[in-house]
């Protein structure tokens, strides 16, 4: 069985600033592994995703995140926040076991303030 | 193009109601989820299509829960006798192959609360 961790459920952040998202998983099996983005009233968009080649995947929004195996973790970060950027995210993992099904992270709130 | 679109988007439910949510998955999508997301929780998985088949139900909590694809596009999740624990947004999403780690598209979901 996978499962995954947020670490962090709240970040404020300031405008401009970096953030970093952490996540790590649990697997005994390769996992592929997504970054999911909800903005208030809306459905779940992808981000980025992981399944194989480069550890570091660019996403959309300036995003991109980076595969640590040893680590089992997969954070997501941005260099420069804007206010647009206040969102809940999720990290989650598929298996090619589980018929790829998603399972997610508990979600991070980050607020984004002037 | 279209996306994925999921009706009602609310729901209000008096406890013991049966509902019906339904999901319209992109044309041509192959993979259909449906998945559960409580208050302040990521979501969780319920169960999977491939086309009208449905191969996984791993995740359905009791047997008050039913799903249907008849034809391999639009599904349908069936809450019979809710109860206020049901109370959560359902969320459908659907990838275009079988078989790979397709990007799964969502809908907006539907916020189903159990009075």
């Known amino acids: 069985a996978q499962s995954v961790t947020q670490l962090d459920s709240q970040v404020p952040v300031f405008e401009e600033a970096p953030v970093e998202l952490r996540c790590n998983y649990s697997?005994?099996?390769?996992?592929?592994l997504f970054w999911y983005v909800q903005y208030p009233n809306q459905g779940l968009q992808l981000l980025l995703k992981?399944?194989?080649?480069?550890?570091l995947v660019k996403g959309i929004n300036g995003f991109e995140a980076e595969f640590n195996k040893s680590q089992t973790s997969f954070h997501l970060r941005k260099p420069s926040v804007h206010i647009s950027d206040t969102a809940e995210y999720f990290c989650?993992?598929?298996?090619?076991?589980?018929?790829?099904?998603?399972?997610f992270g508990a979600g991070t709130t980050v607020t984004v303030r002037a | 193009g279209a996306g994925v679109s999921q009706s009602p988007r609310y729901k209000v439910a008096k406890r013991g109601q049966d509902v019906a949510l339904r999901c319209d998955p992109i044309?041509?999508?192959?993979?259909l989820f449906w998945y559960q997301q409580a208050l302040g929780q990521g979501p969780e998985f319920l169960t999977y299509?491939?086309?009208?088949?449905?191969?996984?139900k791993s995740g359905l909590p009791s047997d008050r829960f039913f799903a249907e694809r008849p034809e391999g596009s639009v599904s349908t999740l069936k809450i019979q006798r809710t109860q206020q624990e049901d109370s959560a947004v359902y969320l459908c999403?659907?990838?275009?192959?079988?078989?790979?780690?397709?990007?799964?598209?969502f809908g907006p979901g539907t916020r189903l609360t159990v009075l």
């Open positions: 999403a659907s990838s275009l192959t079988a078989g790979g780690p397709d990007t799964q598209y």
């Open positions: 697997s005994s099996v390769s996992v592929y």
């Open positions: 992981y399944l194989s080649g480069s550890t």
């Open positions: 989650a993992v598929s298996l090619s076991t589980n018929d790829y099904k998603l399972s």
């Open positions: 044309s041509g999508h192959v993979s």
């Open positions: 299509f491939q086309n009208e088949a449905q191969l996984d």
